[in-house]
């Protein structure tokens, strides 16, 4: 390929970004819908081999999609509710109680280590400074995500647009892969395909398995940790199943949050250590039984990548860009995989040897 046409397509491709960049915020319920379409489409496709048409099998499959959804939501929203107001209720009272925890341990400290008051006063300045710092970069970070996504799109849009988009897209979903394979270069449209089968692969598998992974340990956490009746236990148990998707994240967050609200709320230590041995039971299902089988290794990425994409995504595109972030590095992943097979079986890594002097 010459020069000049090198020019035009990164040309194409700056100017793409640019126009991605500015439409961002009306991309969601686009996003959204072709995702649950690719999601689907296996279902409709059986339905079809059953003798159900293409459109009608798409239809009853949305409906039974968007009905198991609002199902679900009908089941746990009240409870989540209940606990998020107690919580608001209650989040000034949780402060006050770690601030007069915090001054009895540092009261401790300066017993036992003979800590001068200057010191102490010098520790709570900068724990309070660092807190601030830390709060502040949480806040630019959550900003972000809502910026670039669910604060500017219109929540009602979301809501409407995206079961419609859905629909459409998985009615006609064998037809544009017809279409779009149809346009394949024809020298290179053998190759393209098994790439795209390779993707196909990874993503399908990847995103049925996260979903899975994330419902099976928002679950558990949740009623491991109503079990041991600590409060806000259902909220907090969800959040870090749907952080799960991040790897270390929700264990981590959800560990965290768990085992401090545990040792502001319980007398004894009893408690708090069921509380964190609910999360230790919990990344041991996951990382042994959970993920090797629901997710296993399609994604084919390291989990550092995983958690680049993530924040990458987030600062580039908001709460889209997080979305995208795990399937857009695989599809990377694949073609730098194949880019790499080939420098490898290239002359360009392994130079043939030069030709023996007469």
């Not at 649950?36 to 409709?44: K, M």
């Not at 009261?107 to 601030?132: E, H, K, P, W, Y």
């Not at 994409?309 to 972030?325: D, S, W």
């Not at 002359?347 to 002097?357: G, H, I, S, T, V």
Request: proline share 5%; glycine share 12%.
């Amino acid at each position: 390929m010459s020069v000049h046409k090198w020019r035009w397509m990164i040309g194409f491709g700056i100017l793409g970004f640019i126009i991605l960049w500015h439409i961002t915020p009306v991309l969601l319920p686009f996003v959204a819908g072709a995702g649950i379409a690719y999601f689907l489409d296996p279902t409709v496709d059986w339905l079809e081999r059953r003798g159900l048409g293409r459109g009608l099998g798409s239809l009853v499959t949305i409906l039974a999609f968007f009905l198991t959804c609002f199902l679900v939501l009908l089941l746990f929203v009240p409870i989540i509710q209940v606990q998020a107001v107690e919580l608001a209720q209650r989040l000034p009272t949780i402060l006050t109680t770690i601030q007069d925890r915090a001054n009895l341990w540092l009261v401790d400290a300066q017993r036992d280590f003979g800590v001068s008051d200057a010191d102490i006063i010098n520790l709570r300045a900068a724990a309070g400074a660092d807190a601030g710092k830390a709060l502040g970069y949480v806040a630019q970070f959550i900003g972000n995500l809502l910026v670039g996504g669910l604060a500017v799109v219109n929540i009602l849009s979301l809501i409407f647009v995206t079961p419609v988009v859905a629909f459409y897209l998985l009615r006609d979903w064998d037809m544009l892969i017809a279409k779009i394979d149809s346009w394949l270069p024809l020298g290179a449209a053998e190759t393209i395909r098994a790439q795209a089968r390779e993707i196909d692969a990874i993503l399908s598998g990847f995103a049925r398995g996260q979903a899975l992974l994330c419902l099976s340990l928002g679950l558990f956490y949740a009623i491991g940790l109503r079990i041991v009746g600590l409060d806000f236990g259902i909220i907090v148990g969800l959040l870090a199943g749907l952080l799960s998707f991040i790897p270390f994240v929700g264990v981590f967050v959800g560990g965290l949050t768990s085992v401090g609200l545990a040792v502001l709320q319980f007398d004894s230590w009893l408690p708090v250590i069921i509380v964190a041995g609910v999360f230790g039971v919990g990344q041991v299902l996951e990382g042994y039984v959970l993920q090797p089988w629901l997710v296993g290794d399609r994604v084919r990425l390291h989990p550092v990548w995983i958690i680049f994409a993530l924040l990458a995504g987030g600062t580039l595109f908001g709460f889209l860009g997080v979305l995208m972030a795990v399937p857009v590095m695989a599809v990377i992943g694949v073609l730098v995989r194949f880019g790499v097979a080939n420098y490898l079986a290239s002359e360009l890594y392994d130079p043939p040897p030069p030709p023996a002097a007469q």
